[in-house]
């Protein structure tokens, strides 16, 4: 409703620039009223599937958003260029139609006896405190959020960077951020049916966030070493894309297995806030990363906003995969007993 609302009244065209205040009450209304589906649909996840099928589902459900940013980077600008705001903010409302459509069909909350007997076999169902309380579930969060930083580097600047330094054509800008997307969606569905058989979680996520950590200082290398002298050769420009590309597809490859983590930590009776919890955080870095890159960039430029995105996905590591230590043996003891 708030989508078809400034499909009406917040679309400009030739005749017509909508206010400021129109345009921001309206996408914050968006925001607002779609912000709590990723909780309580991984809430859903939690109550459905057991502790071996979880990492799967929930990066199922994770590919709705490299999904739907690969579908929004071709059809968006093409019918927004033809059509108009009015057409693009219509078909956004009609596809939040569609999605209310599905989950009022297909999203229930477990029949009464399957809920009962989980709660008794699975420990992970009757956590001690709330998440809002626990510092391992504050923890995660705080570092869902940092890695979650270079993510929106790529995703919210990447094309910026590929026409403005790396002089990419149209069709080689969308052909990569389609990759980054699509290579994501497959990469979290296989990464958590992995960790599912393999029970290995922390091990994938320290791997997957040290690699966006060489991936990253390498793109900010690259870019030194190139200069000024993209534009004069093919090799730099390819070897841009590719980097860049394989960096927002390792840094957007971990989000099943760690919001996996983190709701089994909290419990699948708490899953929704601790997941809700995650959500702010990831919300809070979306808005403050595309703040904070022209900075960067007015004082050492593109090098500097790469090494950024590498220290962040370095500062997120022992926050999302601490290493146990000797004095903290029996939390971990404890973590592992409600995740089996």
């Known amino acids: 409703?708030?989508?078809?609302?400034?499909?009406?009244?917040?679309?400009?065209?030739?005749?017509?620039?909508?206010?400021?205040?129109?345009?921001?009450?309206?996408?914050?209304?968006?925001?607002?009223?779609?912000?709590?589906?990723?909780?309580?649909?991984?809430?859903?996840?939690?109550?459905?599937?057991?502790?071996?099928?979880?990492?799967?589902?929930?990066?199922?459900?994770?590919?709705?958003?490299?999904?739907?940013?690969?579908?929004?980077?071709?059809?968006?600008?093409?019918?927004?260029?033809?059509?108009?705001?009015?057409?693009?903010?219509?078909?956004?409302?009609?596809?939040?139609?569609l999605s209310a459509l599905m989950s009022w069909a297909w999203v229930h909350e477990p029949p009464i006896a399957p809920r009962a007997k989980t709660t008794v076999a699975d420990p992970a169902a009757t956590p001690k405190s709330g998440p809002l309380r626990d510092v391992r579930v504050w923890r995660i969060v705080a570092g869902i959020g940092i890695l979650c930083a270079p993510q929106f580097a790529v995703l919210s600047f990447g094309t910026v960077f590929l026409h403005d330094f790396g002089h990419a054509g149209l069709a080689t800008i969308t052909a990569t951020m389609v990759f980054t997307q699509v290579g994501a969606m497959v990469m979290r569905v296989w990464s958590s049916r992995w960790t599912d058989r393999r029970r290995n979680r922390p091990a994938y996520l320290r791997a997957c966030i040290a690699l966006s950590v060489l991936l990253f200082a390498g793109l900010a290398v690259l870019v030194m070493a190139a200069g000024t002298h993209v534009a004069d050769s093919w090799a730099l420009r390819i070897a841009l894309v590719v980097l860049l590309g394989a960096s927002g597809v390792c840094v957007s490859a971990w989000h099943g297995v760690a919001y996996t983590e983190l709701a089994t930590l909290a419990g699948a009776a708490r899953a929704g806030t601790a997941l809700g919890m995650?959500?702010?955080?990831?919300?809070?870095?979306?808005?403050?990363?595309?703040?904070?890159?022209?900075?960067?960039?007015?004082?050492?430029?593109?090098?500097?906003?790469?090494?950024?995105?590498?220290?962040?996905?370095l500062v997120a590591m022992p926050l999302l995969v601490p290493r146990p230590a000797v004095a903290d043996q029996k939390v971990a003891k404890t973590a592992l007993s409600r995740s089996t």
């Open 278 to 313: 995650a959500n702010t955080s990831v919300f809070l870095v979306c808005f403050i990363t595309p703040f904070s890159i022209p900075h960067l960039m007015a004082l050492q430029g593109w090098p500097l906003v790469w090494l950024a995105a590498s220290a962040c996905a």
């Open 1 to 97: 409703m708030a989508l078809a609302a400034m499909a009406l009244w917040a679309s400009p065209n030739a005749q017509h620039i909508p206010g400021l205040g129109l345009l921001g009450a309206g996408l914050l209304l968006v925001g607002l009223l779609g912000g709590s589906v990723n909780g309580a649909s991984g809430r859903a996840v939690m109550t459905w599937f057991d502790a071996s099928e979880r990492g799967l589902a929930m990066s199922i459900r994770q590919t709705a958003v490299p999904l739907g940013g690969g579908i929004g980077a071709l059809v968006l600008p093409f019918v927004t260029l033809h059509f108009g705001f009015a057409a693009l903010y219509g078909l956004l409302a009609l596809l939040c139609a």
